[in-house]
């Protein structure tokens, strides 16, 4: 059974950091990401990697600042979160797919056929 599980979430003040993780369990995957949830918005892309890690790709709100990384001999991916802001308040989502994404459509989430169950980050001002 395929299953990926989120940690590292919480309550951090304005310029902060954090660093979220996500462990996959049942299978290896060639590209990892993570979307992030705002409240009443839509999910959006955050950061994605692929298998090797020499290929990296963020949302322009958040280069600069996050960083992706993978270590594949754990199976898990993470998300250092730097000088954090209100707006980055949302429920964060690591993403898997067996395939690389042709076609820099990283930021995607409709292509992505694994799901964590999500993690919370509060950023206070």
């Known amino acids: 059974q395929v299953q990926l599980a989120e940690s590292g979430g919480g309550l951090v003040q304005a310029g902060g950091s954090l660093r979220l993780s996500c462990a996959a369990s049942?299978?290896?995957?060639?590209?990892r990401a993570w979307f992030r949830q705002p409240p009443g918005k839509e999910r959006e892309f955050v950061a994605a990697i692929t298998w090797s890690g020499g290929n990296t790709y963020y949302a322009d709100s958040v280069k600069g600042r996050f960083t992706i990384a993978r270590d594949n001999a754990k199976n898990t991916v993470y998300l250092q979160m730097n000088s954090l802001k209100p707006e980055d308040t949302a429920v964060y989502y690591c993403a898997a797919l067996p395939l690389p994404i042709a076609g820099g459509n990283y930021y995607r989430p409709e292509l992505y056929n694994s799901w964590g169950q999500g993690t919370q980050v509060t950023v206070s001002s």
């Open positions: 049942g299978r290896t995957f060639s590209t």
